[in-house]
Structure formats: structure tokens, C-alpha cells
């Protein structure tokens, strides 16, 4: 079956379960941070929808293809899962699908008022939208899609931070070519 009649497929099927949620970010890239929250949803909700913003103003490092063919990868053998991308507002979003619940993931005192702000404004545009909030887990506190990108670019390791897939396309992204390596001198 092509992927994108499994989609529909699968779209189809979560239209007719009740308890959905959906889980909306950037995952630019997805962290074993968003994994945690997502495997944790599951045992409230009997689906999740992971929905990938499409936000370019965002300068997101991988692209939204890139970023659905990554989690679609990580979720292959998770079926109570689903992933796909939205632009726009959530909340138009949210209205195709029969998910009544945003997932947000809260790690410290600094994402709350952001979260709280983003929460307050989509339940002002839409009252059939609750956001429910999940702690990150003590391992994962203090990764960001934001400091794997930083940490990867200078070259150090996030091994154990996100899964191999993506430490394998960080790698791809971040590899400087052959060519100007010789030209400043770093071979030498
Ligand atoms: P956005 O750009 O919408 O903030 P992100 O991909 O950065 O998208 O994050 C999506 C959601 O996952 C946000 O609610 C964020 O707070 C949460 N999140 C990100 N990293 C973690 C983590 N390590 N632990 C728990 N929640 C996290």
C-alpha cells in the first residue's frame, strides 16, 4: 500500500476512536524529549496525532519532509500513533481531525509563560480545544530541539538525546565539504 493511503487509512481510523490527542510542534529535529511525551500520551489516550508545524518564518534546519520522514521512521511500529503536518493556525487544524485535546510538553519555569500565552490565545479561538500539559521526565529536562541543533553544529555528541536516525541526519547536515575543509587548512 502507498504511504499515502496508509495515511488516509489511518486518518480514517482515528476519526472513529474518541480519545485522541494531538501533539503539535516543530520537531526540528524530534528529541527523546517529545518521544517520552509521546510514549507517556499513550497510555492516557488510545491515539496521537504528532502534527509538524509548518512554520518557515522559523528558519527550521530540517525540512518538513525531512522532519515527517524522521518521526514517521521513529512511530513505524507504533500504530496507535500518527504523523503529519499541518500550517497555519492549530486550531483550523484541529477542527479536521477529532482530537479535543493540544499535548504540550513543559520543561521549566521558561516555557511556561510562552505555553500558557499559546494556550490562552487557542482556547480563545476555539472552546473545543483543552491543552493539557505533560513534565518533561528528569532524563530529558534539559533537551531542546534548539541546543541538539547548537551542540551538534560545534560538532559535539547528542547520542542517547535523540535517536540514531537523528543523530545520523544531523551529521549529514551539519558535515562541512572536503573541499572548504582543505581551503582553511583544518586537514592539515
Ligand atoms: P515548538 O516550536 O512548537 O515549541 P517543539 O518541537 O520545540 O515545538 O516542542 C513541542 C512541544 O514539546 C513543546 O510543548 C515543548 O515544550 C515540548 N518539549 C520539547 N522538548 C521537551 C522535553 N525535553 N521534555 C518535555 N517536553 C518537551
Redesign the pocket.
Known sequence: MRRCEMVRNKKEEFKNTANVAI??????P?????I??VERALVIFDKVIIAI?E?EE?RPLFSVEERLQMVEEIFKDTPNVIVDSFKGLLVNYVAKTNAKVS?????ATS?FE??FH?ASMNRSLSTQLDTL?????KD???????TIKEVARLGGGVEGLVPDLVVTRLREKFKLPVTKRKQIGWDD
Open positions: 501533539y503539535p510542534g516543530s520537531f526540528d524530534i528529541t527523546y524529549g517529545h517520552d511525551i508545524a512554520n522559523k499535548l504540550r510538553g513543559l520543561r516555557d510562552y505555553e499559546m500539559f505533560m513534565m518533561t521526565s530529558y529536562f534539559f533537551v531542546s530541539s534548539r
